[in-house]
């Protein structure tokens, strides 16, 4: 059917706070995977990115973990700011198939983070 | 270095209007694609353009078009516009194919 509309799941945590925010890929065939934040008025900003081939990559205050084996991501923020609350996507890449070359986006998630 | 700059900012068409949105990738970044962001959709791939072709396209429809020119500056048109094609408008450029996107602000389409 068609959608009338995302529900975006949403995620609230306190200042301070570690963050963890989940993504699920559908295509098997995706080899590379990149965390966007997308602020009110602004286009995604590029966070952190990974390649099939790793697990793990750290960057600065976020680590991104890939789990091929349940076609699972997640972004991990530490000492959330209220600076980190966005609409948080994840993106997929794919090596071939019908999507090939065409970078596939989650629906978001939305970060709230309380002073 | 400068970023992703899309112009108009802000533009409202009515409908069976056509528009132009134009998009200067960063400096040196030869990739530019191009994005349908709307909150019943969320972010929905348009095409890609590398060195003046095309590379790739979405599941558009032939209304939406869009060139590369030499500078790798692109453009990408909408013609007939209809009410559901309101939404944001990102352009993205990359080094190159396959690489990581980074994204200009947007032109925000209000179709009436």
């Known amino acids: 059917g068609e959608n009338v509309g995302l529900h975006l799941p949403t995620l609230s945590v306190q200042e301070g706070d570690n963050s963890i925010i989940n993504c699920a890929y559908s295509n098997s065939a995706s080899d590379y995977f990149i965390w966007y934040k997308q602020e009110s008025g602004k286009g995604p900003q590029f966070i952190i990115d990974?390649?099939?081939?790793?697990d793990k990559r750290q960057g600065q205050r976020v680590t991104v973990l890939l789990n091929k084996t349940v076609k699972h991501l997640s972004l991990q923020i530490a000492a959330t700011q209220p600076g980190d609350s966005a609409v948080y996507f994840c993106a997929e890449l794919a090596a071939g198939g019908t999507s090939y070359g065409k970078l596939t986006f989650g629906q978001g998630t939305i970060l709230t983070v309380h002073p | 270095k400068a970023g992703v700059t899309q112009t108009p900012r802000y533009l409202i068409k009515t409908r069976g209007q056509q528009v132009t949105l134009s998009c200067s990738p960063i400096?040196?970044?030869?990739?530019v694609s191009w994005y349908q962001q709307t909150p019943g959709q969320g972010l929905q791939f348009l095409f890609e353009y590398f060195s003046e072709t095309q590379r790739n396209k979405g599941n558009f429809p032939g209304r939406f078009s869009g060139r590369q020119f030499s500078n790798s500056r692109s453009e990408m048109n909408v013609s007939t516009l209809e009410l559901g094609d309101s939404a944001l408008y990102l352009c993205?450029?990359?080094?190159?194919?396959?690489?990581?996107?980074?994204f200009g602000s947007g032109t925000q389409l209000s179709v009436l």
């Open positions: 990974i390649r099939s081939n790793m």
């Open positions: 993205a450029s990359s080094l190159g194919l396959q690489e990581k996107l980074f």
């Open positions: 400096s040196g970044h030869r990739s």
